[in-house]
């Protein structure tokens, strides 16, 4: 449920809940992410607790990337997409084992180490991005079964923080893809796609045993109205990604994040250090 204690009006919520849907979801269609790593800190500036922002931001990032993965159709095909299947169901053996674990253990931390969990994540985020988008860094030198082990490894990482942040995981998948498998940033953007739908659902299907629908049912104009935005951002993105290169938002999208992480870290240095999260 949301914190009502100096929360904004409702009147301040929707709009700030269109606004941010609308561009949160141009980002994530045109790079290929979610974009609740962005989501996140508007969703707590609104009042929202982390762990009804979690789930909050869980159904926001399915619904840009089901609409975002169409929307980018016209410039990276579905034939691509699938012609890489060995590389989907190697990082999805490990997210989705990761996404039903970190489920599971996102309901039992204390809201502190919760929020600064989150904060560590979201810098290990920016680096990665920082890390893609350095063409000397494209090719690591592995291959073969060591590189289907790194990488179920790293797709059990990234499903543990789609379960614990509320992400869509692309923007760990999509340095992944780049760095580990070498596909091109646009490729890497839509079968990071193709791997977060499922690890998603996976994460819907253990948190829908615990208050997933009453935070739903709660904020349900306001979920509403940013998913409508956000499914024509992203959209919109998606049009745009034949013609803006992806990787030169990739430097901004990293600020973006250490930005977000200091306020997450801040905010949850006001939170208590013990008790289960509520």
Known sequence: MPIQSEAPSRRVRLFSAFGAGAGIGGIGGLIGLGGAEIRLPVLLALGYEALPAIIMNRVLSLVVVVFALPSRASTIPFADVAAHWPVITTLLS????????????????????????????????????????????HHMPIDGTVRVVVG??????IGL??????????????????????LPVKLAGSVALAISLPTL??????????????????NLSFLA??????????????????????????????????????????????????????
């Open 94 to 137: 490990g997210s989705l084992i990761g996404a039903w674990t970190g489920a599971t253990y996102a309901t039992r931390f204390a809201s502190r180490t919760l929020f600064r969990t989150i904060s560590v994540m979201l810098v290990v985020t920016a680096v990665m991005l920082a890390l893609g988008d350095d063409r000397d860094l």
């Open 152 to 157: 179920v490894v790293a797709g059990f990482g």
């Open 161 to 182: 923080t789609v379960a614990l942040m509320g992400v869509s995981g692309g923007e760990l998948l999509v340095p992944t893809l780049v760095l580990l498998f070498g």
């Open 201 to 218: 659902l996976v994460g819907f299907a253990r948190f829908g045993r615990d208050n997933t629908l009453g935070v739903v049912q709660a």
């Open 225 to 278: 109205l940013m998913a409508a935005a956000s499914m024509l951002g992203a959209f919109l993105g998606g049009q745009l990604l034949g013609v803006v290169p992806a990787s030169a938002l990739l430097p901004l999208l990293g600020l973006v994040l250490l930005g977000s992480a200091w306020k997450i870290w801040r905010h949850g240095a006001q939170q208590p250090a013990g008790g289960p999260h509520a």
